[in-house]
């Protein structure tokens, strides 16, 4: 049983973590970097630690400094959140080597996952089929070339070590693929430290979908079916839902088959804890594997609304060495979810990031909605950390019925000071192809191009 | 770094209102502060919440009590501020004496405590020159970033 937790992270999963530990009866240790202090995480605390100025290399990603407060506070465990450190697997062996449990996935598990192409090779062992593609990394244009030539354009150029949708490059054509070899070598370098690409099949019309798992410290794991996640931007995910209208309408058999696969990957991997094994799917229901998040990830509530199970519950127990208590049988997927990100963003701007501070604020309430965020009237959004301040979950008892009180809920959200993405989901959520439940990753740039600008309403 | 390099960075920090820049090289060091407080930097603090929506839940107590400082008061004072987070000590060893009292005359190389982290004991340096007129912090307790640990008044 852990009695004191540091939650290594910021921000609405951080508050999403105390919350969970408060649930258990976890004290909680909050870090913070010095802009921070006013942060949402830091009051809901128990104790709070300042770990450093406002760069993430100077607080949130110091590793030192995170066990020092570890050490200080005499916590049990660290729960990572999502991004900074949360698939460090050296981070993840430190904590072991401190005697201080990591909730997540084991060093192990994490290094049979290590990066995208090892992954890759891991799936296909485990007999899940990949996009075709290289076998590895392609190391110079001549195999680049190749490479492309063999599976036929068009291609996509990905950085082994990129993540959250970057580090992505398409190619049409032998022009495009040379340029766009060498653009995504040295990008990836400068990224991720790493400059390894490799070349995969790019789908046309892919479905970005994706399947939770748990699995717990004896070797058992379950799937809690799929979420769809085909609306982004520039890969970001804008809007998330569960079940995908996808396969609702037109491959139901899929999930089934799609969360076994998960399953075998995850095995093959002997992966502990949370998570999430992403797949693509065609307009002809062929699966691919892409990858493993090896964490909890932003859009866990979406699977935590239709099949009942606290994600992050199930976290801390598992790492407490608690043994599943529910078994594939178990999991029953009921109504649909939407989560809809609300990003400090400029709509209207090409996106531009508004930090700033919130004047008013009001959240939506009601049944079937569920707010996770940081944000509050007076604070003040830092412009040194990524621009999301909250998500808007909705359920219903069918697709429809999210959708309408998505509608009625962003409609009520009211936030004055910052420029918000409120009015663009909005726009989606009128959209008659959202609302068909017919869409695929490029929807986002075919409704932007097409400027349904009298959709969208500025709120002031 | 020669003069007209840090007026050039004179002028980024007026024109951006950034009242602090410090700079860290192999073989030297550069701080800048503007403005009329000498202090701590004052991090962006929540002054009046609206009225309808109250700050919500009890500010938890931060663990150390070392909270970002409101701004000084304009003595003219010097913090000595904890670079790293650990349990600070003043003195070398159990039986030695403090490193620093109140009077003590510091200087940029000068030991001014000890702070533990991970069973290695870090010397901290004083990095200015002046006089110690207050210690801010109990022997042995834990100190966070930031965390001010003695006043000095430069000289």
Known sequence: MFEKVLVANRGEIAVRIIRACKELNIRTVAVYSEIDANSMHVQMADEAICIGKAASSESYLRIDRIISAAEVADVDAIHPGYGFLSENAHFAEVCESCNIKFIGPSPQAMNALSDKAVSRALAKKAGVETPPGSEGTVDNEKEALATAKKIGYPVMIKAVAGGGGRGMRIAHNDISLVKGFHTARTEAEKAFGNAGVYIEKFIENPHHIEIQILADT?????????????????????????????????????????????????????????????????????????????????????????????????????????????????????????????????????????????EMYYQPGGRGVRMETHAYAGYTIPPTYDSMIGKLIVTGKDRRDAIDRMNRALNEYLITGVKTTISFQQAIMQDPNFRRGVYSTNFVEQLLGGARRELIEEKT | MDLKDIKAIIDLMKKNSITEFELEEKDSKLRLKRGLNGGAPVPQAVEDSNPLMPMPVQMAAPMLGGAPAAPAPNTGEIDIKSPMIGTFYRSPSPEAGPYLDVGSEVGPETVACIIEAMKVMNEIKAEVKGVVTQVLVENGKPVEFGQPLFKVRPS
């Open chain 1, 218 to 358: 004896k070797g058992k794991i379950i799937h809690l079916g799929e979420r769809d996640c085909s609306i982004q931007r520039r890969n970001q995910k804008l809007i998330e839902e569960s079940p995908s209208p996808l396969l609702e309408n037109k491959f139901r058999k899929l999930r089934d088959k799609i969360g076994k696969a998960a399953i075998r990957i995850a095995e093959a991997a002997r992966y502990t804890n949370a998570g999430t094994v992403e797949f693509i799917v065609d307009d002809a229901g062929n699966f691919f594997f892409l990858e493993v998040n090896k964490r909890i990830q932003v859009e866990h509530p979406v699977t935590e609304e239709v099949t009942g199970i606290d994600l992050v519950r199930a976290q801390i127990e598992i790492a407490m060495g608690e043994p599943l208590r529910i078994s594939q049988s178990d999991v029953v997927m009921k109504g649909h979810a939407i989560e809809c990100r609300i990003n400090a963003e400029d709509p209207f701007d090409d996106f531009r990031p508004s930090p700033g501070r919130i």
